[in-house]
């Protein structure tokens, strides 16, 4: 039952702004302006990913317009005084490009947001090619669930398997994706892995439990 039934697939964006490896500057500013995006995966051959370049990356290059090589040296790493002379995606870029199977979840696909700092994830099959893009928006999608449908799901997976004999007896309610359980069980102590379960149900936002025992 804590399973995740949402997976990446189902939230990720199937038509992705993409740029190759030789592709300019200007070219990618226009890509990310045109399309409204924050970053760009960078593909060659038959759309492999083989980086992702950002605004923080084109950003590098316009902090250090007009300051002398020197300076550059003193306050950056080598690795960034090396953007800020490029022109191209393919010395732009970050590489290699931290990216995401379909079928993962979308704890998962947070989890690795957040380890990794990033704000979105290139969605590939096993051999790198692009096959979708997760941003965090997208994982937020989930919370967009109809408090009838929560409810429903809530009622079915956790209070009717967990209390066979008593499930009669509690009531769901759901407001704003706030779960409340209420009424009184036979086995009190499920009443707190029935919390936790409930607490599961993705796009479920929190869980007031007042169930009580016999």
Not at 60 to 83: H, N, S, V, Y
Not at 104 to 120: D, E, H, I
Not at 169 to 184: N, P
Request: hydrophobic content about 45%; some cysteine.
């Amino acid at each position: 039952m804590a399973d995740s039934r949402y997976t990446v697939a189902d939230v990720m964006t199937t038509t992705v702004v993409t740029v190759t490896p030789d592709a300019g500057f200007k070219e990618i500013v226009v890509a990310m302006g045109r399309w409204r995006v924050t970053a760009v995966p960078v593909i060659e051959g038959e759309a492999r990913v083989v980086g992702v370049v950002s605004e923080a990356d084109l950003l590098t290059k316009e902090e250090f317009q007009g300051q002398q090589p020197g300076m550059i040296e003193q306050m950056r790493r080598l690795d960034e005084t090396a953007k800020a002379g490029s022109s191209l995606a393919k010395d732009l870029m970050t590489s290699p490009a931290v990216t995401i199977h379909a079928d993962a979840t979308l704890p998962q696909a947070a989890r690795l947001m957040a380890g990794r700092g990033v704000k979105r994830l290139p969605v590939v099959d096993n051999s790198g090619v692009l096959k979708g893009i997760v941003s965090r928006a997208d994982l937020l999608k989930i919370f967009l669930r109809s408090d009838a449908d929560l409810a429903a799901e809530v009622r079915g997976e956790v209070v009717d398997r967990l209390f066979a004999l008593s499930h009669q007896h509690v009531r769901v309610q759901v407001e704003d994706g706030i779960v409340t359980l209420s009424g009184s069980v036979r086995d009190s102590d499920l009443i707190p892995i029935a919390e936790r379960l409930a607490m599961t149900i993705e796009g479920v936002v929190d869980v007031n439990c007042t169930l009580t025992g016999p």
